[in-house]
């Protein structure tokens, strides 16, 4: 058994207090206690998710979305393997109750190969584009290569990969390629595999996977943008994506926009409602792809093509996009301020 004190948390925890916490600990579960210490839920990745896709609201108390049904093992019984089970049923963790009370975990991670679903997934990072939106900063240097916490924003990423068993890199380059391709070198001093795929002309967010068409073998590929930051958890991206079996999954993440005025709901010229500075909320797009390899029958060589339209085009035909709402640290390195915002982030994690 190990220590399981950071793991608890009263059932009145709030989902945004749930999701700083979960970031935190090692074992990602969290186990929910009434006033009395009983345990009464547990809390994973997975529940946070389905919370972010239901639109709760981030002061959603956490017995609103835990699950109460969680398998436990009595203390009596703890001196008894349970592995097995747990392998079959896909469990890494299950709480150990005494009287209700819970006194440990039992843990499967340290056993199970955490790369195994996905360490041959290629990774494609989009890294041509000229970054006009951070001029004067991508006067000399490509956007990729603007250094936030001490190291090229393209380097922080592939290092975040690389701790997921992602080993093979496909990297797409047109703006200042020499400069991408002279720093990066082969992947060699990363551990990793590095081939280029270099841009004549920009072809999209999409338009240079075709160069990839029929030329390698894999079910699936993680394709991002090469300049954002993010600690999303990829293992449980994958493991997403595999279990839906759909063409595609796209990250996403929630969007607030707080309407300034009062909104006035009109129907047959009279007043039906007045809102007072309603909050829309949405899902925006986080600039991060697992594909099936079957997207890749849709998409044409030397043709320009940017993500959206090839996953409408996809929906338009009946095929299915999965969504993975993203709750960890995210941020989409377009402009001045989102720059400066990142650099004061890295700065925090090094003080």
């Known amino acids: 058994m190990t220590n ?3 793991n608890i948390i009263p059932e009145e925890t709030c989902l945004s207090e749930v999701i700083l916490t979960l970031d935190k600990v090692a074992k990602k579960i969290l186990f929910v206690t009434d006033k ?10 997975g529940d946070i998710r389905r919370a972010l896709i239901k639109h709760l609201s981030l002061d959603s108390l956490s017995k609103d979305f835990m699950n109460s049904t969680p398998v436990i093992i009595d203390y009596e019984d703890s001196n008894k393997s349970h592995k097995k089970i747990m392998q079959e049923r896909g469990i890494k963790f299950i709480p150990i109750t005494n009287n209700g009370v819970i006194v440990g975990i039992e843990s499967l991670d340290e056993e ?14 989009m890294a041509g584009g000229f970054g006009k939106r951070l001029m004067p900063l991508t006067k000399t240097t490509p956007k990729p290569l603007l250094n936030i916490g001490g190291k090229p924003i ?9 701790k997921y068993g992602f080993k093979q890199f496909f990297v797409s380059v047109h703006y200042k390629a020499e400069m991408l391709k002279n720093f990066l070198g082969d992947g060699s001093k990363y551990d990793i595999n590095i081939v280029y795929i270099e841009e004549d002309q920009p072809l999209g967010t999409a338009g240079s996977l075709g160069f990839l068409k029929g030329k390698l073998s894999f079910e699936n590929i993680l394709l991002m943008n090469g300049d954002l ?5 990829f293992g449980e991206l994958v493991v997403s994506h595999l279990e839906t079996a759909n063409i595609a999954t796209i990250c996403v993440r929630e969007y607030e926009f707080k309407v300034p005025y009062g909104v006035i709901e009109v129907e047959d010229n009279l007043v039906k409602n007045i809102i007072e500075k309603p909050i829309h909320e949405f899902f925006i797009n986080a600039g991060i792809y697992l594909l099936n390899k079957n997207i890749f029958l849709k998409i044409e060589k030397n043709k320009y093509l940017d993500m959206p339209d090839l996953l409408q085009d996809c929906i338009k035909e009946g095929n299915k996009v999965n969504i993975f709402p993203i709750h960890e640290y995210w941020i989409d390195i377009g402009q001045i301020d989102q ?6 982030d890295f700065q925090d994690e090094r003080d």
């Open 339 to 344: 720059f400066k915002q990142a650099e004061l």
């Open 36 to 45: 009395n210490n009983k345990l009464v839920g547990t809390i994973t990745d």
């Open 229 to 233: 930051l993010t600690k999303v958890d």
């Open 154 to 162: 393209i380097e922080n990423l592939i290092l975040q990969l690389k």
């Open 112 to 125: 199970l190969d955490i790369f195994a679903n996905y360490q041959d997934i290629p990774v494609f990072l």
């Open 4 to 6: 399981i004190e950071e």
